[in-house]
């Protein structure tokens, strides 16, 4: 960290006993400031060039506005404080240039270190003793739709749906706002938060692989498919179920993944992608297949209040918040016992029957709409289910609707359940069937049936035939927690670089 007498003295102070006149923050005043006064240490730190004022009316003084984490900066450059260099690279810098600026203060404010995303401590403003040029913007590159939000600029008015395609062109400096950029930090949280949680569950990672050698009949429009070596047939993966429930027949019994998985969506809408990301995990049943619901509940538990607790994720949420009000609002609704809302698959259709007024059958699937009628219903106070929940379970949902590979209940319905967020399933969980001939059965008499003895399906059915343990799990789709989680009405801005049937670039 360097120090007071660290810094050279400047063109107008040969002799290093004073600083000279510098530009006062506040009122723009000239003050002599000698350097006894000056109060904390110098600091270095990397920002984006916002804005350049030119010079003030003494025209002595350039007043850089910089950019760093959604907090804006004043930085002075004077040659009564800054190297005659520095000042001459001030008068040319074209906005979205990234500087490195070493830069003193005169009231006590520490300059948090590069990379810092808690910045509360950063001055407004700061007196620029040396800056260096780390990075040269184009000049008049096109900004953005979205507003940083900066003094004297209008923030928020921008419709971010309406401008989507557009800011998903320009993607880059779209999320150089600081709300917009706070999504991936949370989404790099919500990972990191993910792993944490299934580790202390002595859940073992395995990544599955990304092409396989199977199809599922009847859904082929739902695969990517490509050419092999070989001439052999090859698609990109739905799921890491498959392999991961392989696993457990090799004694691994808590295995999980979370990687990226493929869809052939033709439709374009606010909640599917091709490509997108999730967390898959599988493992033995002790008892039966409320483990499965237990614990996927925990873990969204543990996602969501750790999120809204700590305050690594606190600071990012409040950042999003700029733009997107609805971030980390999220209600829980636990029951005395902690646990979520869970509802049967038929006390939904009841519910859209007489509570909503909705046209719809018990025979079948809960369409869009209903879940999002269901979660406004759940969210808000006209609910006869206290309390309001954002998050609620569906459980036991007909066999006909679920895979052929579900364990079917007692009841004669499926021991499956969905998780619901804001309106949008987020979670399908499920115990599978673990005897061999069962399984046979189930894959030789579905609509679409698959031969359990052909080369893409035989290793899954080997795996059964060696002794598969009772067993079950779940998917979580990150991208749409983070939708929920955030607030956000489209999915692809839950994505850095989204794919969806007409976007292949950034």
């Not at 260096?132 to 900004?143: C, D, H, Q, V």
């Not at 209008?154 to 971010?160: I, Q, Y």
């Not at 019994?253 to 909640?271: A, N, Q, W």
Request: glycine content about 6%.
């Amino acid at each position: 960290m360097p120090t007071v007498e660290d810094i050279p003295p400047t063109s107008n102070d040969r002799n290093g006993t004073r600083v000279g006149s510098i530009v006062d923050g506040a009122s723009g005043a000239k003050t002599g400031v000698s350097k006894k006064h000056l109060v904390g240490l110098p600091d270095i730190f990397d920002a984006r060039v916002h804005a350049v004022s030119g010079h003030d009316v003494d025209r002595e003084t350039t007043i850089i506005q910089l950019r760093l984490h959604g907090r804006f900066i004043d930085a002075l450059v004077d040659l009564s404080f800054t190297d005659s260099a520095s000042v001459d690279k001030s008068r040319n810098i074209a906005p979205e240039s990234l500087l490195r600026v070493l830069a003193w203060s005169t009231h006590n404010a520490d300059i948090e270190p590069n990379g810092s995303e808690t910045n509360d401590k950063l001055p407004t403003t700061v007196r620029v003793h040396r800056l260096t040029i780390l990075s040269n913007a184009k000049p008049g590159i096109f900004r953005g739709v979205v507003s940083h939000g900066a003094p004297g600029e209008p923030f928020g008015e921008v419709d971010l749906n309406a401008t989507l395609n557009d800011r998903l062109d320009n993607r880059l400096l779209d999320v150089r706002v600081a709300a917009t950029n706070a999504i991936f930090r949370l989404s790099s949280g919500v990972h990191e938060l993910a792993v944490q949680y299934m580790s202390a569950c002595s859940f073992h990672f395995v990544p599955t692989p990304t092409l396989i050698n199977y199809e599922f009949p009847g859904e082929e429009w739902l695969q990517f498919g490509l050419p092999y070596f070989h001439d052999r047939p090859a698609w990109l993966t739905q799921t890491g179920e498959v392999h991961l429930g392989m696993a457990l027949s090799a004694d691994l019994e808590r295995v999980y993944d979370l990687h990226t998985v493929f869809r052939r969506e033709e439709e374009i809408d606010s909640r599917h992608l091709t490509e997108f990301t999730m967390l898959e995990a599988v493992f033995n049943l002790k008892n039966d297949w409320l483990e499965i619901l237990d614990f996927a509940e925990g873990l969204l538990i543990f996602l969501v209040q750790t999120l809204q607790e700590r305050d690594k994720y606190l600071s990012l949420i409040h950042t999003a918040q700029t733009l997107y009000p609805m971030a980390g609002t999220l209600k829980l609704g636990l029951n005395a016992e902690g646990k979520l809302l869970r509802l049967t698959f038929v006390e939904c259709k009841k519910i859209l029957r007489e509570a909503l007024k909705m046209q719809s059958e018990d025979k079948d699937d809960l369409t869009t709409a209903e879940e999002a009628a269901l979660g406004r219903y759940l969210a808000s106070e006209a609910s006869e289910y206290a309390p309001p929940t954002d998050l609620f379970v569906v459980t036991n949902f007909p066999r006909h609707l679920r895979s052929f590979s579900v364990h079917p209940s007692a009841q004669n319905d499926s021991e499956s359940f969905d998780v619901i967020l804001r309106g949008q399933e987020i979670i399908t969980g499920c115990r599978l069937i673990n005897e061999f001939n069962d399984l046979r059965r189930a894959m030789t008499t579905r609509e679409h049936p698959i031969d359990p003895d052909c080369d893409g399906w035989r290793p899954y059915v080997q795996s059964h035939e060696i002794g598969m343990p009772p067993w079950g799990g779940f998917g979580l789709g990150m991208n749409r927690f983070v939708q929920g989680l955030v607030g956000l009405t489209d999915i692809r801005e839950t994505v850095l670089f989204p794919r969806d049937a007409k976007r292949l670039s950034p």
